[in-house]
């Protein structure tokens, strides 16, 4: 039932096949139900009357093209909201603001922020290269 239902609404989607359109099928044609459907198809029959053109001017208001150029001209609100932004300046404590921030971040791995490591410093020796050969000559008797 599900596949007749599926064809049936691909065959009113399908574009009209030109001049010598052919008839909807049977099915489709019985299954005309709710208020004024043989009105509309009395309605879509009729040709429009001669004399009558729907392009009328009967109620349109002229406006310039200066007037619809700024009515549709882009406002830029970048100094308004400047203002609004600088306006308050109540700045949290960082402690909150960490703890909000952590709240809200899920607990996914990827929600996690990467752990910070601290940077190890290069290890040097205490000793200078003098310091090695003054070991040399006492351990090993070079002179």
Known sequence: MAASLLRRGLEL????????????PPGLRRGRA??????????????????????????????????????KKPVNHLRENLKYMLK????????????VLAQNRGRKSKDQPP????????????????????FEREYFGIP
Do not use: C, W
């Open 13 to 24: 989607l399908e574009p009209p096949a030109g001049p010598g359109r052919a008839k909807a």
């Open 34 to 71: 709710g208020r004024g459907a043989a009105g509309a198809a009395r309605r879509r029959k009729r040709a429009p009357e001669p004399g009558r053109s729907k392009a009328t001017v009967k109620g349109r208001v002229v406006r310039s093209a200066i007037e619809e150029y700024h009515k």
């Open 88 to 99: 308050g300046r109540l700045v949290a404590n960082k402690a909150v603001t960490e703890q």
């Open 115 to 134: 752990e910070k490591t601290e940077k190890k410093k290069p290890e040097g020796t205490v000793f200078t290269e003098e310091d090695f050969r003054k």
